[in-house]
Each structure stands twice: as structure tokens, then as C-alpha cells.
């Protein structure tokens, strides 16, 4: 089940973790194709406002722990997101993707749910992509997406 051509380059292992994590109602994510993503050690870690006490805090995640505390989320609910917009820097192994998505319950839906920046680590044993951490931030009144991470407009 699981295809070097999607970690074959940095677009390639992007491109399929959105497209993995995406899916209508009631439909299972291959979460085997989502595991072949990631390194052993890698965390998945969402940003964000306790409601306990207003501060900003995160939460890591295990690939096991995402894929647990999501599946369910993602069947009864349908869910959809996209890259929006990208920055890449990169240093020999390694490369660091600025990714800001849209997300949806349906690809149909004309207003998305959410939106937010990803901050997506990669790494490169020479000879596949790796995903090291994915951590991110939604988007809030009190916290819009700077310009500078949307995509221009014409």
C-alpha cells in the first residue's frame, strides 16, 4: 500500500498528507498511507487557546494518538483541507515548509471552516521525504493569517 512517488519529493509528501487526512462522511482515511508519512518519533502538534485559563498552549501527538483522536471526527463530519498557500527553506537534509490551508466539511462547501498555518518539518535520508513534526495554528479574529501567508491577490 504504500508508494514512494508520495515521498518521492518535498510537493509530493505535502500534497499526499492533505490529501490523506481529506475525505467525505462516513468515508475511512488510509491512515497506513498517512503513517508511511512520518518518522517513528514524529508529533503532530496543534496550537491554540485553553478554554481553561485563555493562554496558548499545544497539544503533541503521536501519529497513533492523531490518527485515534481523529478518525471518528473525520467519518461523521466529512472533511476536507487544502494548501492555500507555501514557503519552503531548505538546507541540505532538511527542509522547513510554511504551509496555510482551508478546511471544509465538503469540497463543495464555498466558505471554508477553519483556516490556519502549518509548520511542516522534513526530512530527507537520501533517499525519501520524512515528515519530522507537523504544528500548527487556526486561524482567529483575535489571530488573522498575515498577508504574507495567503496568496496574492490579482
Do not use: C, M
Amino acid at each position: 500500500n504504500n508508494n514512494l512517488k508520495d515521498v518521492e519529493t518535498v510537493d509530493d509528501i505535502v500534497s499526499t498528507f492533505y490529501t490523506v487526512i481529506s475525505g467525505d462522511k462516513g468515508q475511512s482515511r488510509n491512515w497506513e498511507r498517512f503513517q508511511f508519512l512520518f518518522l517513528p518519533d514524529a508529533r503532530l502538534i496543534p496550537s491554540g487557546r485553553s478554554n481553561e485559563d485563555g493562554q496558548f498552549r499545544i497539544h503533541a501527538l503521536s501519529v497513533e494518538d492523531y490518527i485515534t483522536s481523529s478518525n471518528i471526527w473525520f467519518e461523521e463530519n466529512g472533511f476536507f483541507e487544502k494548501e492555500i498557500f507555501r514557503e519552503e527553506v531548505s538546507f541540505s537534509h532538511l527542509t522547513h515548509v510554511t504551509s496555510t490551508y482551508e478546511s471544509r466539511y465538503s469540497e463543495e462547501d464555498e466558505i471554508p471552516i477553519s483556516r490556519g498555518v502549518k509548520s511542516l518539518q522534513l526530512f530527507h535520508d537520501g533517499f525519501r521525504w520524512w515528515i519530522v513534526n507537523v504544528y500548527w495554528a487556526t486561524e482567529t479574529k483575535e489571530n488573522p493569517i498575515p498577508a504574507k501567508y495567503l496568496p496574492k491577490s490579482n
